[in-house]
């Protein structure tokens, strides 16, 4: 099992940044991908971002260029760092850990005020 633990939301202005972290622990496969998706009060949860262990990187598309995903040297950190927040960005945030089976966070809520 892998367990993961996230920080970093919180509240912010509209044209703001924050930075989100997860760490992960426990049985870690050397192959997998750490990412964050987000989910909105009445909508689905959707993909954020992503990054594989072999540092190959997945945005969607209205993340792009304003969010920038890495991970630490150690493999097992995943940050996001979000600049240029909007109200629309506004979501509780899940950092996904998957190795043929996925492991989820409890949650980080981010809210932008316009």
């Known amino acids: 099992q892998v367990q993961l633990v996230e920080s970093g939301g919180g509240l912010v202005q509209a044209g703001g940044s924050l930075r989100l972290s997860c760490a992960a622990s426990g049985s870690i496969s050397s192959s997998n991908v750490m990412g964050w998706y987000r989910q909105a009060p009445g909508k689905q949860r959707e993909l954020v971002a992503t990054?594989?262990?072999?540092?190959?990187?997945n945005y969607a598309d209205s993340v792009k260029v304003r969010f920038t995903i890495s991970r630490a040297n150690t493999g097992n950190t995943v940050d996001l760092q979000m600049n240029s927040l909007k109200p629309e960005d506004t979501a509780d945030y899940y950092c996904?850990?998957?190795?043929?089976?996925?492991?989820w966070g409890q949650g980080t809520q981010v809210t932008v005020s316009s």
């Open positions: 996904l850990y998957w190795a043929k089976v996925a492991s």
């Open positions: 990054v594989s262990s072999s540092g190959s990187t």
